[in-house]
């Protein structure tokens, strides 16, 4: 799987990452993207040199992780 740029990861997110970093490049730093929405934060942070990439979705109001009703928690993926 080819990790998407920066610029493409920033656009998606409408905001520039913050970054562990910034002398290293994008490709061997861990960057964390933020995005909120009406009920929901998300967060993405994005290792590409290591292949990681955790997002983590958390209802605004309570601050618990969003657990969709159909959603099986004992699944993990891998990508």
Do not use: G
Not at 19 to 45: H, K, P
């Amino acid at each position: 799987m080819d990790m998407p740029k920066e610029s493409e990861l920033a656009a998606l997110f409408e905001a520039p990452p913050k970054r562990s970093d910034e002398l290293v490049e994008f490709y061997y730093d861990t960057s964390t993207f933020t995005a909120e929405n009406e009920r929901q934060s998300i967060m993405a942070v994005v290792s590409p040199f290591y292949n990681e990439f955790t997002l983590i979705v958390t209802e605004k109001k309570t601050k618990k992780p969003y657990r969709p009703s159909n959603c099986d928690q004992s699944k993990r993926w891998k990508l």
